[in-house]
């Protein structure tokens, strides 16, 4: 390989170049920028997370996630295939350019846009063969790309075919650097193939260079392609910041973040406008909201709403106030944008107390009685919370398996007690919810047992992240049951009935308890699977998170969650949320159990 | 027991043409749900915080309508947000979204 243009330069590659200097700057900035708005110990966490292991889990991160996109292969491989291979495709494009570069015209190192027009600036020598390697990988690799951009196109027209029923509707800036990127494929082998005659090229380009020169046989076309490519090349480059594609070398940074263990704290902190920057509204969010069941609610979607938070709109609060925070946007989210904590720190900074006044009961907690004989650890303290004192059914079972199994237990909110919080953290009212947290920290440590059993997932969540609780073992009902079954403190009897098992939003996504409650169902029932479970199970639609929703709505959401699960018909539907149970037994036909419930009814009585 | 016996009622007359409607004209732009109320009571007998506290949400709305602000906060201001009261609402009210739209008014209005 030699080089053709005396001087390396040609005036095309002026608006190339001048939006990589561009986009470089503005990324230098836009890095210092977040890194001075952490805090000094966020900082040195950052500092030090780059001289540890964690470094090669950020690569590695980067290269699965931001390169391959492995998660969204595993959702649908098709999807995958179109992120990655444009986005693979693209780095292994450069990244042999820059190669090229290295060994053919060394002198060239570091000229900004030398790699990518390599193939106009060189010409073939007899040793073709070394080129040949080359040649071959950058048209294999301009082939994958190629693939990927034209079912990018399809995908606009057709996304189910890709596995999505909606895709993000897109703003002008993201649109223009969109048709930018798709041009930039096209236009590239175009010219490359022009000057494959010249440079080499292998089976794409030296194809298609046949086919141009049966219409166009003059080299001298060539230039206003390649000023084509450049020009496209540097729109997508100048759209960039103002487009979606900003996610591209945000989500790098985000790796680093996340790594260094850094969590946002305001809706605006350095991490949290990385996370922003990160999202790259690829849509996923919006096929997994549950508030899709109301139509005109769409707009809510985490992808809209966070494009809301990038441009400080004020409407984000009024979108923060409709989400049900099932979290399954979160747990899909191919980037893992913790949108749901971004929604509550929103919520947060607004909340103001101006009614509120939650320091009651300022009388010592009695001690509850307790015998005596009995050790600490054998006992469990039983907190139903108030959606259970809604359906006392389940806390009636619950504690009659407790006495079959003759476990010493204390009802610890049998006459009612204060909130656990949640419902007021949710509102934003975390601050308030304090006094709540220090009346039931009060009454659970004035009782002895050190297993506290909880019937309500939302109490669960709360109790673990925001309760201080030393030496107390924290669980949900159906967890205890489970082990109850286990251990064969209870014996139960298979019943001629098939189930399907609901997962509540904050007991599997929340608290992360999938295979607990399943266990322990298939003891007694025939359990059916569907797609949509464990970390996909479709919100209920009572979430107390939405403050807008109003009753029909939430109907709306619980009908549409309830066909996906019974769509293989099963005799009952088990939940193992009082809340769940609630809003499904309204609109369920058939029988809707809690599994405490199923269980005490299947029960050996001897 | 102690305060069994018979004592003089206190006055129950309230004076309409005086009263403050504008904190539920302001609530009723927001969340028309209030409008749905029949006063049956259902909020207040399944409220958690009316063991602590002198707390109902039927009688907000009944003092909201009169303007009584004052008694209103009492009312109101030991409420959990817990949501008991939407969901055993016979008329699906969104008794949360009232609430905290109560709140926001009176930080607004900085009653």
Avoid at chain 1, 275 to 291: K, L, Q, T, V
Avoid at chain 1, 417 to 445: D, F, Q
Avoid at chain 2, 30 to 59: E, M
Wanted: overall charge positive; proline content about 3%.
């Amino acid at each position: 390989m030699k080089e053709r243009i005396i001087f390396g330069f040609d005036p095309f590659v002026i608006p190339f170049t001048l939006g990589m200097v561009f986009i470089i700057l503005y990324l230098l900035t836009g890095t210092t920028r977040i890194v001075l708005s952490l805090s000094n110990s966020e900082r040195v966490s950052l500092f030090k997370s780059l001289f540890s292991r964690s470094l090669f889990k950020s690569i590695k991160e980067i290269f699965t996630d931001v390169l391959l996109h492995i998660k969204i292969f595993k959702r649908n491989a098709l999807l995958g295939y179109m992120h990655s291979s444009i986005a693979f495709g693209w780095f292994m494009l450069i990244f042999i350019g820059h190669l090229e570069v290295m060994l053919y015209t060394p002198h060239r190192n570091g000229v900004l846009y030398y790699p990518v027009f390599f193939r106009f600036f060189v010409m073939e020598t007899n040793e073709t063969l070394r080129g040949a390697f080359f040649f071959f990988l950058m048209d294999l690799f301009l082939l994958i790309v190629l693939t990927g951009v034209s079912l990018a196109i399809y995908k606009r027209f057709r996304s189910i075919k890709l596995g999505m029923k909606r895709t993000s509707k897109h703003k002008p800036g993201d649109k223009i650097a969109m048709i930018a990127l798709w041009m930039v494929f096209p236009l590239r082998l175009i010219a490359e193939s022009f000057t494959a005659d010249i440079s080499g090229g292998s089976f794409l380009t030296k194809g298609v260079n046949k086919i141009l020169f049966n219409f166009v046989s003059n080299h001298d076309y060539m230039l206003p392609v390649w000023w084509a490519y450049s020009s496209v090349l540097a729109i997508f480059l100048f759209a960039l910041p103002f487009s979606r594609y900003m996610h591209i070398p945000t989500e790098i940074l985000l790796i680093f973040l996340r790594n260094a263990g850094i969590k946002s704290t305001s809706s605006r902190d350095g991490f949290a406008e990385t996370e922003i920057y990160s999202c790259s509204s690829c849509g996923i969010c919006i096929d997994a909201c549950p508030m899709l069941s109301v139509e005109e609610k769409s707009k809510y979607t985490t992808v809209y709403l966070i494009r809301l938070l990038r441009r400080r709109k004020s409407e984000s609060l009024g979108a923060v106030n409709q989400c049900l925070m099932c979290r399954k946007c979160v747990e899909l989210c191919p980037v893992q944008i913790d949108s749901c904590r971004l929604k509550l720190l929103k919520k947060g900074e607004v909340f103001q107390n101006g009614v509120f006044n939650h320091n009651y009961r300022k009388d010592e907690v009695e001690k509850k009685e307790q015998s005596v004989n009995i050790k600490e650890q054998d006992g469990i303290i039983y907190y139903a919370g108030c959606m259970t004192h809604l359906t006392p059914a389940i806390y009636t079972s619950f504690i009659k398996i407790l006495k079959r199994a003759n476990i010493p237990y204390l009802f610890a909110d049998e006459d009612g007690s204060v909130c656990c919080g949640r419902p007021l953290i949710l509102s934003g009212g975390e601050s308030s919810a304090k006094a709540l947290i220090r009346e039931n920290t009060a009454l659970i440590e004035s009782c002895t047992y050190k297993t506290l059993v909880l019937s309500c997932p939302i109490c669960l969540k709360v109790f673990k992240e925001n309760y201080e609780l030393k030496d107390v073992r924290i669980i949900h009902h159906s967890e205890y049951i489970d082990e109850l079954i286990s251990k064969k403190v209870i014996e139960v009897e298979m019943s001629d009935m098939s189930a399907i098992y609901h997962d509540p939003c904050d007991l599997g996504r929340g608290c992360l308890v999938y295979d607990a409650p399943r266990r322990a169902l298939s003891k007694v029932v025939a359990l059916q699977t569907i797609d949509s479970e464990k970390r996909e199970s479709i919100c209920c639609g009572g979430s107390l998170a939405s403050r807008k929703f109003s009753y029909s709505e939430k109907r709306e959401v619980a009908s549409d969650s309830l066909n996906t699960l019974i769509a293989m018909d099963p005799d009952l539907l088990i939940t193992s949320c009082p809340l769940c149970l609630k809003t499904f037994s309204s609109v369920n036909r058939k029988e809707t159990l809690d599994i405490a419930q199923l269980i005490e009814k299947q029960m050996i009585k001897h | 027991m102690s305060k069994f016996g018979f004592e003089i009622a206190k006055d129950l007359r309230r004076d309409l043409d005086c009263s403050d409607t504008l904190l539920f004209s302001y609530v009723k732009s927001r969340q028309p749900d209030i409008l749905k109320c029949i006063g049956c009571g259902s909020c207040s007998a399944t409220c958690p915080a009316s063991v602590y506290k002198q707390t109902s949400f039927r009688r907000s709305i009944l003092m909201l309508e009169r303007g009584e602000v004052k008694e209103l906060k009492s009312l109101i201001e030991g409420c959990m947000l817990c949501g008991k009261c939407n969901i055993v609402c016979p008329r699906g009210i969104n008794t949360r979204d009232i609430i905290l739209t109560i709140n926001e008014l009176f930080i607004e209005n900085k009653l």
